[in-house]
T-cell receptor, first 118, second 109 residues
């Protein structure tokens, strides 16, 4: 399967612990995005990378959140000192800056990592 | 407000057409209109996008109002597999990457 993959799919942690999620985008995609989704809501944009550069961060991305994409391929999202309010689905998506297969800026989403903070 | 407005929910009978509306009154000239849908327990998937002209693809059709302040996603024959939350958003490149709450489509057999 050459789609976007995320690991782990589920994570249960205790409040105050740190967690890290990984996203592997589609290999030829140079843009990578992180979103958070809570029950009944649409995905909320967190941040995006173009290659290894983090170009935009949402105000939702507090100082406890950090994202990296060191080699312009996979990305990690770390949450430090987790809080119960961090419980959500964390979605990763990738896209290509240039036109591929006739669709520009189409985002391909992974299955998400569901985080539960106890 | 940079976001779009959609009805919370809609119902359709199976094999009938469905028209899902979206208002984007603050759209700018360079914003594309994108539609995504999210099936239960999955990440969103792209459906269709357009700028000014109506668009068709194998999944759906997109009708864009002349003033571009609204659009309608058309599913020509709804199937049970089309039951999902449908999101529209306006997007310029990698900017304005916001989803609203979407429209939950229920397809009745």
């Amino acid at each position: 399967d050459t789609g976007v993959s995320q690991d782990p799919r589920h994570k249960i942690t205790k409040r105050g612990q740190n967690v890290t999620f990984r996203c592997d985008p589609i290999s030829e995609h140079n843009r990578l995005y992180w979103y958070r989704q809570t029950l009944g809501q649409g995905p909320e944009f967190l941040t995006y990378f173009q290659n290894e550069a983090q170009l935009e961060k949402s105000r939702l991305l507090s100082d406890r959140f950090s994202a990296e994409r060191p080699k312009g391929s996979f990305s990690t999202l770390e949450i430090q000192r987790t809080e119960q309010g961090d419980s959500a689905m964390y979605l990763c998506a990738s896209s290509s800056k240039t036109r591929l297969a006739g669709v520009r800026n189409e985002q391909f989403f992974g299955p998400g990592t569901r985080l539960t903070v106890l | 407000d940079a976001k779009t407005t959609q009805p919370n929910s809609m119902e359709s009978n199976e094999e009938e057409p469905v028209h899902l509306p979206c208002n984007h009154s603050t759209i700018s000239g360079t914003d594309y209109i994108h539609w995504y849908r999210q099936l239960p327990s999955q990440g969103p998937e792209y459906v269709i996008h357009g700028l000014t002209s109506n668009v068709n693809n194998r999944m759906a059709s997109l009708a864009i109002a002349e003033d571009r302040k609204s659009s309608t996603l058309i599913l020509h024959r709804a199937t049970l597999r089309d039951a999902a939350v449908y999101y529209c958003r306006k997007q310029t490149g990698a900017n304005n990457l916001f989803f609203g709450t979407g429209t939950r489509l229920t397809v009745i057999p």
